[in-house]
């Protein structure tokens, strides 16, 4: 079984400021890690995906993400948030077999 | 072009009545799930299909059963409805594991 954490429910930071938002899993099998965004009564869309290769991965939006085996992490981040990046963030792993586990989330909120 | 649409957006409805959602995609993808996003919006797994097969059935009550007419269509029929039924509820598929999945824009079911 797998499970994701993420360390912050809530990060406000200012316009034009950088964010990052932990994630944390833990699996007994090799997974792929995927962020995803939810805007406001919007369904969730797919921000980028880890699956092999290159630690940093790089998404919409000016996102990117870095996966780190030894600390079982995959933080997002950006350097330079907008308003328009205020929405519910959810980190998610998948093992072979075709099940997303997420985490609970993180609301993140520009202030201007 | 709507890749994954559910239907209908918003239903409101008392108690003990029984609804169905409705999901149908456009992408030609082999796998549906339903997820259960509750008020703290944690997104929890209910049901997976593969070409119209059952292959998840989390632990949710058995008023909740769904239907797959084919591998383009999963509905969700619920019974009895109960107030702590009252989510939002995405549809979402996938191809592949590493490809994540894609989310209809949800329903938001609340019980009265």
């Known amino acids: 079984a797998q499970s994701v954490t993420q360390l912050d429910s809530q990060v406000p930071v200012f316009e034009e400021a950088p964010v990052e938002l932990r994630c944390n899993y833990s699996?007994?099998?090799?997974?792929?890690l995927f962020w995803y965004v939810q805007y406001p009564n919007q369904g969730l869309q797919l921000l980028l995906k880890?699956?092999?290769?290159?630690?940093l991965v790089k998404g919409i939006n000016g996102f990117e993400a870095e996966f780190n085996k030894s600390q079982t992490s995959f933080h997002l981040r950006k350097p330079s948030v907008h308003i328009s990046d205020t929405a519910e963030y959810f980190c998610?792993?998948?093992?072979?077999?075709?099940?997303?586990?997420f985490g609970s989330g993180t609301q993140l909120t520009v202030l201007p | 072009d709507t890749a994954v649409s559910q239907t209908p957006k918003y239903l409101v409805t008392q108690m003990g009545n029984d609804k169905s959602i409705k999901c149908e995609q456009n992408?030609?993808?082999?796998?549906m799930y339903w997820y259960k996003q509750d008020s703290k919006k944690f997104l929890k797994i209910m049901f997976s299909?593969?070409?119209?097969?059952?292959?998840i059935n989390e632990t949710v009550p058995n008023r909740f059963s769904p239907k797959s007419p084919d591998k383009a269509h999963l509905n969700l029929h619920i019974n009895s409805l109960e107030l702590g039924d009252s989510a939002v509820y995405f549809c979402?598929?996938?191809?592949?594991?590493?490809?994540?999945?894609?989310f209809g824009s949800g329903t938001r079911l609340t019980v009265v």
């Open positions: 992408l030609g993808h082999d796998t």
């Open positions: 299909y593969n070409n119209k097969e059952l292959i």
């Open positions: 699996s007994s099998v090799s997974v792929y």
């Open positions: 998610a792993v998948s093992p072979t077999a075709r099940q997303l586990t």
């Open positions: 880890y699956l092999s290769g290159s630690t």
């Open positions: 979402a598929s996938s191809r592949r594991d590493e490809d994540g999945y894609t």
